[in-house]
């Protein structure tokens, strides 16, 4: 038997990983105090209609600033909120947070518009979503149709019955539905069939690279085919080149969302912009 080789790559794996397990589980902890102490603040990335570059929306997306660890990124801290459930508090403050903000806006003649709230598998297993949206636009004072949220295929995949049965009574009060991420996921195609959809979001992965990949811009043209198909609106994710929008409006897409247009925005920043992209406008009327 060899002796193993002390400080080879099995020691350096395991200190690595510790650190990890280490850093996760800080964050778990300071996540469980991050609402208490302010910490959660929404960005806000304007949606724009390929045609006459209106704004027609913004997507809420969520930021955390901590003092040890500074801006986290949701892609960090969301899964440690759905594992542990915090997402279901953190979820219902997006959510008020969000009506608030556009409803403010509306209410200083921006629009029209609406706002797009990501939501969490975990937050559709909690039997009260559709009470908590109702609550909500009733104590932000938001018509129903100024929402929009955003549902992933592994969120249609659990409990498809509970799932359909909450977005039918959703989409029946006059909310918007946008399938996020779509074609990431799996079998989206049954999907199209039996949930209330308005809107498909074609992900950012598909879009970075199509000018140059035929594969990409095939599934990018057949989602495109299956929203015309099904009657859905159409967002691609990610734009951000003049090349990409014009030639993603070319085949038929009818919103952009990405960089070329803004990066997510802070609340003080998002007015600003609104009020360069309509407050002409609003003068000239
Ligand atoms: P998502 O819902 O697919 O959001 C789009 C992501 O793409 C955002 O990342 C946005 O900043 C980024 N993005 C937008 N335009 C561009 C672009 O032109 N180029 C590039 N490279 N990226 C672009 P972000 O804000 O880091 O959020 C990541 C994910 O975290 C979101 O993906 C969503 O799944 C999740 N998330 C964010 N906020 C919430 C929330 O309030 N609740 C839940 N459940 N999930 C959230
Ligand atoms: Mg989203
Ligand atoms: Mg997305
Ligand atoms: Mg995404």
Same mark, same amino acid.
């Given at each position: 038997?060899?002796?193993?080789?002390?400080?080879?790559?099995?020691?350096?794996?395991?200190?690595?990983?510790?650190?990890r397990l280490c850093r996760r589980m800080k964050m778990l902890q300071a996540l469980h105090t991050a609402l208490a102490n302010?910490e959660l603040?929404? #960005?806000?990335?304007?949606?724009?209609?390929?045609?006459?570059?209106?704004?027609?929306?913004?997507?809420?997306?969520l930021?955390w600033?901590h003092? =040890?660890f500074? /801006?986290v990124s949701p892609v960090e801290f969301i899964p440690l909120a759905e594992t542990s459930g915090l997402i279901i508090p953190i979820g219902a403050w997006v959510?008020?947070?969000? #009506?608030?903000?556009?409803?403010?806006?509306?209410?200083?003649?921006?629009?029209?518009?609406?706002?797009?709230?990501n939501l969490s598998a975990r937050q559709f297993e909690s039997?009260?979503?559709?009470?908590?949206?109702?609550?909500?636009?009733?104590?932000?004072?938001?018509?129903?149709?100024?929402? =929009?949220?955003?549902?992933?295929?592994?969120?249609?995949?659990q409990?498809? =019955?509970?799932?359909?049965?909450?977005?039918?009574?959703?989409?029946?009060?006059?909310?918007? /539905?946008?399938?996020?991420?779509?074609?990431?996921?799996?079998?989206?195609?049954?999907?199209?069939?039996?949930?209330?959809?308005?809107?498909?979001?074609?992900?950012?992965?598909?879009?970075?690279?199509?000018?140059?990949?035929?594969?990409?811009?095939?599934?990018?043209?057949?989602?495109?085919?299956?929203?015309?198909?099904?009657?859905?609106?159409?967002?691609?994710?990610?734009?951000?080149?003049?090349?990409?929008?014009?030639?993603?409006?070319?085949?038929? #897409?009818?919103?952009?969302?990405?960089?070329?247009?803004?990066?997510?925005?802070?609340?003080?920043?998002?007015? /600003?912009?609104?009020?360069?992209?309509?407050?002409?406008?609003? =003068?000239?009327?």
């Amino acid at each position: 038997e060899p002796e193993p080789k002390p400080g080879g790559n099995v020691a350096f794996y395991c200190v690595e990983t510790s650190a990890r397990l280490c850093r996760r589980m800080k964050m778990l902890q300071a996540l469980h105090t991050a609402l208490a102490n302010d910490e959660l603040f929404l #960005c806000f990335q304007p949606q724009i209609d390929a045609n006459n570059h209106n704004v027609i929306g913004f997507e809420a997306l969520l930021r955390w600033q901590h003092p =040890e660890f500074g /801006l986290v990124s949701p892609v960090e801290f969301i899964p440690l909120a759905e594992t542990s459930g915090l997402i279901i508090p953190i979820g219902a403050w997006v959510l008020t947070q969000a #009506c608030q903000q556009m409803q403010r806006w509306l209410e200083e003649g921006f629009g029209p518009m609406r706002i797009a709230v990501n939501l969490s598998a975990r937050q559709f297993e909690s039997m009260d979503l559709y009470p908590l949206v109702c609550r909500t636009l009733a104590e932000t004072n938001l018509a129903p149709h100024h929402l =929009e949220l955003e549902i992933t295929e592994s969120i249609a995949m659990q409990n498809a =019955e509970q799932v359909l049965g909450i977005m039918q009574q959703l989409t029946d009060d006059g909310v918007m /539905l946008a399938m996020d991420d779509f074609g990431t996921g799996y079998s989206s195609l049954s999907y199209l069939k039996g949930y209330p959809l308005n809107v498909l979001k074609i992900d950012q992965v598909f879009v970075r690279h199509f000018l140059d990949d035929e594969s990409d811009e095939a599934i990018i043209k057949a989602i495109i085919a299956l929203s015309q198909s099904f009657k859905l609106a159409v967002i691609a994710e990610g734009v951000e080149t003049q090349a990409q929008a014009e030639r993603l409006k070319a085949l038929g #897409c009818q919103y952009f969302q990405g960089y070329l247009f803004s990066k997510p925005l802070t609340a003080v920043q998002a007015t /600003l912009w609104l009020e360069q992209q309509q407050g002409l406008a609003n =003068e000239t009327a």
